[in-house]
């Protein structure tokens, strides 16, 4: 007897799962600096460029081919060839990675919301430089390197067991569970941005932050770093190459429009994004004015922003320092949550079910288990030395390269214009012989010269981090991780597929 598949409860809930997905902290953490730091207006137009010519014809193509299929990304491969299968499991390895040491960042985010209603690391000037020292020795407690692992933070490991199983909850049954969680969980950080916005723009020397923010330079455009930072940029954005999106799409109602569904979850994952600079930018240029210096002493990006420019900022707010930092705080919460079960649960657990015929709470709660446990590493105090080795590892080359392979394979082998002709079938805008060859050449090219310029270029010439770990360092790390997950996705590849379990 055929199982049935998970569907959305409505499109709605479904694009909303999409969104909630595609917006993570690097909409907050990464995308404003970016923008900042490549010329402004110059940036968005190399962005607005790849997520069109990038962005939603990949976003198409892994929503596409899950509906076409019905399975998630191995299951999309086997499909294609059993030869294949392994080029879906890759990507499976990748985002198992990924979440395992998103959620511990999503565990300091929890930590700083609580600790923000007492500003426990201080207000004033004093306490606004002294927040470095609280995130790496008071909340991080870090050692002296990757092999120095320390004490565990406890603190940390305590949090980290309440999200997976707060997870838990949300994934076990299924998609029409996480529909319409996703409802909350995407609108309340939106709501907010628009508080943190709104505070930010009111603060003194929030102007000059944003005229940083946007101020243009045309001349970077013909820098190749312009042009890697927004192509990498649209990829870790949308979180395409992550396995999810074949799920997603899987779920998906047999009439559904992909075509416009990835051009509404591409373009309002954007304007979050987008938005969301401002709201930085504001704050960002108000501990400019406080403290006397220029942007390039307090812009920063990823882990800096987030837990030593905020607390600063939030240090020498006049007013509502508390609230104001919770509000950031369970907003980077918020938007960790909806990528994490979109990871844990459309890229690991939907998966494991198709291959091993495992109900949807077995499946569930085996990769909450085991995400539980390898993040144990990123809690140790030597987790942040390794949560910097696996991200790289995974999160830039795990997540192009297995996109530029699954491209290749579907745009060379399954066919380009045979999916191209499947989703303007039910769409109600169609797309040209073009796409065609953007699948088939334009984002592997655009990918690969990421990859070169952004990873090999840099990690082959010189150790990654500087890190030495025994007879290895960094680059070893991530190219032995890389290596054994890709061994890995062969062997689970060659294992026979059972058929799923029907739900209770």
Known sequence: MEVK???????SLFIMAAIGSAI???????????????????????????????????????????????????GVFEGIGKKWEWAGWWPVFVAFLIVSYYTVIMAWSLRYAIDSLTMAWGTGQAAAEGTTGYFYDT????????????????????????????????????????????????AIPWALLVILFIRGITLPGAVDGLNYYLSTDFSVLTDGGVWFAAFSQVAFSLS??????????????KKSDVNNNAAITTFADSATAFFAGFAVFSIVGFLMHALSVGATDVAASGLGLAFITFPAAISMMPALNGIIGAVFFFCLFFLGLDSAFFLAHGGVAAPLRDKLGWSLKKSTLIVCIAGFLLGILFTSQAGLYWLDIVDKAVSFYGLLITGIISCIIVGWVFGAKKLREYLNSTSDFKFGAWWDWVIKLVIPIAMTFVVIYGGFMVDIPEAYGGYQIGPFNGS?????????????????????????????
């Not at 598949?5 to 499109?11: D, L, N, P, Y």
């Open 5 to 11: 598949r998970e569907r959305w409860g409505s499109r």
């Open 24 to 74: 993570g902290l690097g909409n907050v953490w990464r995308f404003p600096y970016m923008t900042y730091e490549y010329g402004g207006g110059a940036f968005l137009f190399a962005w607005i460029v790849g997520l069109i010519i990038l962005g939603i014809p990949w976003l198409m193509m892994e929503f596409g081919m899950g509906k076409y299929f019905q399975k998630g990304a191995p």
């Open 139 to 186: 909340i991080l407690q870090i050692s002296s390197g990757p092999t120095d692992f320390g004490a565990q933070v406890w603190a940390t490991l305590a949090l980290l067991a309440v999200i997976w199983i707060l997870m838990f909850f949300i994934m076990f049954k299924g998609a029409r569970v996480i529909g319409k969680v996703v409802v909350w969980t995407v």
């Open 240 to 253: 395409v190459g992550m396995a999810g999106m074949y799920a997603y799409g899987s779920f998906m109602a």
């Open 476 to 504: 070893h790390i991530i190219w032995l991780i890389l290596g054994i997950t890709l061994i890995l996705s062969f062997v689970l590849g060659r294992m026979k597929t059972k058929a799923p379990k029907e739900e209770e």
